[in-house]
């Protein structure tokens, strides 16, 4: 069945879009909806770091703000690579490496239901900076290219994507950073928004995944 999504009528996010009749009280202004979503999803990322962390490493939750030395190897590589997806095509991917010799833990990062945008291109690479190779594979790569919210309106417009084909792309994924020289084999995921919800379908139905 397709993904599950939380639109305006219900959710945990009926409040920012409810209007005055539903609590007595005004509707918000845009700002103030992308303020708050901005809010909640910064939050669940530092969750996510902090979890992802602990699995994949096995270390002490730490968090990953400013955890580093000043006079530590913070270059990295990033940039746009294609892998076989889980129905055999090809797919991109945003993919940050460390540099330095490695290896190192690998981490899939799934992107949240407004697509595959600015937010988790720099979600990767923060990820790299703390010393994890790091892919964002695209979701929604086979429904064309565009602005981010081009193509999320056309991945709306047919439905969604279906929970199979999400893990399947997601498991690939996995198998793709395993296979990649500075990676150490240990893999984790994580994701925000609609991402979390896949990241956990990801992590418990496809093999490959440590945490």
């Not at 994924?173 to 990241?199: D, F, Y």
């Amino acid at each position: 069945m397709p993904g599950i999504r939380r639109g305006p009528e219900g959710g945990p996010f009926a409040r920012i879009f409810a209007g005055p009749d539903a609590h007595g009280s005004p509707r918000r202004t845009v700002d103030e909806r992308q303020r708050y979503l901005a809010m909640v999803e910064q939050a669940q990322v530092t969750m996510a770091e902090r979890a992802a962390g602990r699995a994949v490493t096995g270390g002490p939750r730490t968090p990953m703000w400013n955890d580093f030395q000043t006079n530590a190897q913070m270059g990295m590589q990033a940039g746009v690579v294609t892998y076989p997806a889980g129905k055999g095509d090809l797919i991109h991917a945003y993919v940050a490496r460390p540099e330095g010799p490695g290896p190192f833990p690998g981490v899939v990062l799934v992107h949240h239901m407004p697509g595959w945008d600015e937010f988790y291109l720099e979600f990767t690479r923060r990820f790299a900076q703390h010393g994890y190779v790091s892919i964002a594979p695209d979701l929604y790569c086979r429904y064309g290219h565009g602005t981010p919210d081009d193509v999320t309106a056309r991945v709306r417009a047919d439905g969604g994507l279906f929970d199979d084909d999400v893990v399947a792309d997601l498991g690939a994924a996995a198998v793709w950073l395993k296979s990649q020289p500075n990676c150490n084999g240990k893999v984790g995921i994580v994701g925000t928004c609609s991402g979390g919800r896949h990241a956990l379908l990801a992590a418990s139905r496809a093999p490959g995944f440590d945490a």
